[in-house]
């Protein structure tokens, strides 16, 4: 069982930025795909970003595209996520989920907006204000 902690969420103003993190157990992750989900209250969840294996290939929804960066530290296991001009509408609870598999290409796309992630962590919570 593959565990996956988020970290980092936190209330900030508008205008503002936050970095969360994603801490997995024993697994390399030069070897799979990752990406950040949110749900905001009474909406459905939405793939916010999807990493490759080797980071090369990246996925953005389009209303992050320019604010929001997705990286990985291979030493530390760790999968990021660097959001900047932070907006009301990006309040949500943010989830980190690996797949069993490279995600190279296209396929990043559509582990973030089919289906497809292997594990979920249980979210970390921000809040942005006006």
């Known amino acids: 069982q593959v565990q996956m902690v988020e970290s980092g969420g936190g209330l900030v103003q508008a205008g503002g930025s936050l970095r969360l993190s994603c801490t997995t157990s024993a697994l390399d992750l030069s070897d799979f795909a990752m990406g950040w989900f949110r749900q905001a209250p009474g909406k459905e969840r939405e793939g916010v970003s999807c990493?490759?294996?080797?980071?090369?290939?990246?996925y953005y929804v389009d209303s992050v595209k320019g604010r929001f960066t997705s990286s990985k530290d291979y030493a530390k296991n760790t999968l990021y996520l660097q959001m900047n001009s932070l907006k009301p509408e990006d309040t949500a609870m943010y989830y980190c989920?690996?797949?069993?598999?490279?995600?190279?290409?296209?396929?990043?796309?559509?582990?973030?907006?089919?289906?497809?992630?292997?594990?979920w962590g249980k979210g970390t919570l921000v809040t942005i204000s006006s």
């Open positions: 989920a690996i797949a069993m598999t490279e995600g190279s290409g296209g396929y990043c796309y559509l582990l973030a907006t089919e289906g497809g992630m292997d594990y």
């Open positions: 990493i490759s294996h080797s980071g090369r290939d990246k």
